[in-house]
């Protein structure tokens, strides 16, 4: 009976986590928009902000997006003067994105406004609850990254 019971609330997890994703796309899914970005702008901003000269193509990955569907966003965002695109000087055909000074303001008004969020998000955790949080999640993609990589070397 308890191989069951831990089997069903096993089976369940996946889809817990995949929800409590959802819910937090949502509650952080229009802070962008007072600052003129939707949600995948916002991602991409990010992204670019931690990554500087990130290449396009490796953003579209990290977004798991179609590389036809970022460079929509990155049009629009390079329309907008947040990111500029500079050629790779390795490979001629690839692009490297970079903040330009317009995005400082914006993306420090955007992480203000998520901090504030988390802090209704994560209120009553505890610091120590926190880093365990953290701690889990990153084992659990490290395990899915495993999964990725072997099913990767079978094909």
């Known amino acids: 009976m308890l191989i069951i019971c831990s089997r069903m609330a096993l089976d369940l997890l996946p889809w817990e986590l995949a929800e409590t994703a959802h819910a937090l796309r949502r509650a952080y899914g229009s802070l962008g928009s007072t600052q003129g970005v939707t ?5 991409a901003l990010a992204w670019v902000a931690r990554e500087p ?3 396009q ?34 490979d001629r055909r ?20 998520a901090t504030e969020v988390a802090g209704e998000v994560f209120a009553g955790f505890d610091p120590e609850e926190i880093a365990r949080l953290r701690a889990d999640l990153a084992r659990i993609r490290e395990n899915v990254e495993a999964l990725d990589g072997a099913g990767k070397g079978s094909e």
Do not use: F, Y
């Open 57 to 90: 193509v490796t953003l579209a990955d990290k977004l798991d997006v179609e590389p036809i569907t970022l460079c929509r966003i990155v049009d629009r965002l390079e329309e907008i003067g947040l990111v500029e695109r500079q050629r790779d000087p390795g």
């Open 53 to 55: 000269g990130l290449r």
């Open 94 to 113: 690839a692009w490297r994105l970079h903040l330009t000074e317009r995005a400082e303001p914006v993306l420090a008004e955007l992480k203000l406004k």
């Open 39 to 43: 949600r995948a702008q916002w991602k």
